[in-house]
């Protein structure tokens, strides 16, 4: 089982709860389990959970908007340990782009989602919205098959590696 | 779970090559105070600068528009004629050893790319048919380049603006940060336009130009977003900086888009003006006094109908970026076409001419909502409505489908503009809304 996290800024809650909704099928596809911190309240703080969870992770989604740079808990927390993990281990980072936003601020030189004919369109500007969840789990998916070297469960059989 | 090949490892092998590639920038520039050719030096020391600038701003951590900008780069060291011999010495140890140089550059350069783009990086899609425009005779649009040049050096002061404005940033260390990133990104960029537009004895490459334009562009508006987005917590001169730099940077790519679109619409040979297909059509910022007046200018005399593109901007002393925008706004509304450099007013354009001010306004309402589908959309609109009365954020939000916030106000100011002067639908600019108050009947 590939261990994934979703990193995201608790102000765009409700656009993560749909995303969540997308990655199911990525999740039942390639046998991947996501955690993400869902607690709703304010008040971050750096949490043993969280860094168990990071440290046991071979895929990260970071779910990209102009709230999550402005996050003092991501931006100095999560983002340097998922960089160090990615460093570690070599583990895959999708920046998945919701919302238009200085993202290669923070992605640095990775190849960010969705795009479409090669330009790459934050999913809130997709209209309607759903096509933008849908072509970033696409693309989700692509990653995590070239990266694992795997291929898609067909409903009644396994993954391979 | 192990991963396959690691991407770290190939963003190891892309900072190798970047660091080569900044080697390959300080071997040439000791070469540079041997040069005596005053027109290559100049084009030499602007690429070993880019290069120098590029290497610099990704050697450590490579950004996502690394591709970009080494394509940019191999572009322009592909332009740059390296001369046979020196003006002064003659054939020199120099000139043999840069034409090694310019070869060991572009397989750098090449080796750069083929790095990138197996970590998922490529040179980006323009939505514009860039392919179909290549280089471009200097002669032609050396007004335009001017003019981009001027519109660049805007932008660089703003970018200044925005670096001192940084010592007010220490609050909120993001902030500071993101200067830091976009100013240093930006700086490449400025260096890349300005590199396409001096390489290239007789002509520019008019395609890599407007891609490095288009990345200024989709940087400023990230980075615009996001300091719009947070507000209060970015300081007031950073906030201010960054709106004067959005409206810089669309300067840039405004000029650099008018004159594509006019290069396409050449090559095409238009007898009739290109149909547009849907309501999100960039619609050229033009004013209806502009244009009426431009229309007027064509149509009587020395003209008489018939002009030259080069020569109505010289009598009309109007910017050949500018310009272009009134052709094209012209063009789409039928009153003239446009083959080669030749501007010739349509059997519309003639009457138009002709005709006293109730003729006019009647003849342009026609044309507008036969050819403009955004016109004729709003005027649909209007009509099914009981009391005829539209929000104009109704029309903006479907604009925004197709365009950016920004350019979907601008094209609906126009269309606006011009359907107020066709009297098909009447505007409150108090309250935002457009209605069929006092319309034209029986257009």
């Known amino acids: 089982m590939i261990q994934g996290f979703i990193s995201y800024c608790h102000d765009d809650h409700r656009s993560f709860v749909k995303f969540q909704t997308h990655l199911a099928g990525i999740e039942r596809a390639y046998g991947v389990k996501f955690w993400a911190d869902t607690r709703i309240s304010a008040g971050y703080y750096w949490s043993t959970e969280i860094e168990i969870a990071i440290e046991a992770a071979d895929v990260f989604l970071l779910l990209l908007s102009p709230g999550f740079i402005a996050s003092d808990y991501i931006f100095f927390r999560e983002i340097p340990a998922i960089a160090s993990r990615h460093r570690t281990t070599g583990a895959l980072i999708v920046p998945v782009i919701l919302e238009r936003c200085s993202w290669q601020f923070v992605a640095g030189a990775l190849q960010a989602v969705p795009t479409e004919e090669g330009r790459l369109t934050p999913i809130l500007d997709w209209a309607p919205q759903r096509n933008g969840f849908n072509r970033a789990r696409e693309q989700i998916g692509a990653a995590i098959e070239r990266h694992f070297g795997l291929e898609r469960k067909s409903t009644l059989g396994k993954a391979t590696s | 779970m192990t991963a396959n090949a690691p991407g770290s490892q190939r963003q190891k092998r892309l900072v190798q090559d970047l660091s080569e590639l900044d080697s390959l920038a300080r071997d040439l520039k000791r070469e540079l105070a041997n040069i005596n050719d005053e027109t290559f030096q100049p084009q030499l020391a602007a690429v070993i600068e880019t290069a120098s600038a590029l290497s610099a701003a990704h050697k450590t951590e490579p950004k996502a528009m690394v591709a970009d900008d080494l394509a940019g780069l191999l572009s322009a060291v592909r332009a740059l004629e390296i001369p046979y011999q020196d003006p002064v010495l003659g054939p020199t140890d120099t000139i043999r050893r840069l034409r090694a140089s310019k070869g060991l550059l572009i397989t750098n350069l090449i080796d750069a790319l083929d790095t990138a783009s197996s970590m998922g990086l490529h040179p980006r899609q323009s939505p514009l048919p860039l392919e179909a425009v290549g280089s471009i005779a200097r002669a032609e649009i050396s007004g335009l380049l001017k003019a981009l040049s001027h519109r660049l050096s805007e932008v660089e002061k703003s970018l200044n603006a925005l670096d001192r404005a940084r ?277």
């Open chain 2, 167 to 443: 010592d007010d940033t220490r609050p909120f260390k993001q902030e500071a940060g993101l200067l830091s990133f976009y100013v240093g990104s930006m700086r490449v960029e400025i260096d890349l336009a300005r590199l396409q537009l001096a390489v290239g004895e007789h002509a520019v490459d008019f395609s890599a130009l407007a891609r490095v334009v288009e990345t200024m562009g989709t940087l400023t508006a990230d980075f615009v977003a996001t300091i719009r987005a947070w507000g209060g917590k970015v300081s007031t001169a950073v906030a201010g900086t960054a709106s004067e730099m959005n409206k810089r940077v669309r300067n840039v790519t405004k000029g650099v888009r008018t004159v594509i679109q006019w290069v396409i619409r050449r090559q095409r040979d238009y007898v009739l003006p290109r149909q547009i297909q849907h309501i999100g059509y960039r619609l050229p910022a033009a004013s209806i006094q502009q244009l009426v007046g431009l229309l007027d200018a064509i149509s009587s005399s020395p003209y008489s109908g018939r002009a030259d593109l080069p020569r109505l901007s010289q009598s009309e002393h109007i910017d050949e970026d500018a310009l272009l925008v009134l052709i094209e706004a012209l063009q789409l509304l039928g009153f003239i076409r446009v083959v080669g450099s030749d501007v010739t007013a349509t059997e519309a354009g003639r009457a138009f001419y002709k005709s006293d001010l109730m003729q006019r306004k009647h003849l342009f309402a026609r044309h507008l909502l036969l050819l403009i589908p955004l016109a004729a959309h709003i005027r649909k609109v209007l009509e099914e409505r009981p009391n005829h009365v539209a929000p104009e954020g109704r029309f903006l939000a479907e604009l925004e489908d197709y365009l950016d916030e920004e350019e979907a106000r601008e094209v609906l100011e126009t269309v606006i503009n011009w359907g107020r002067y066709a009297e098909i639908f009447a505007y409150d600019y108090d309250r935002g809304f457009l209605s069929l108050e006092n319309p034209i009947d029986g257009v």
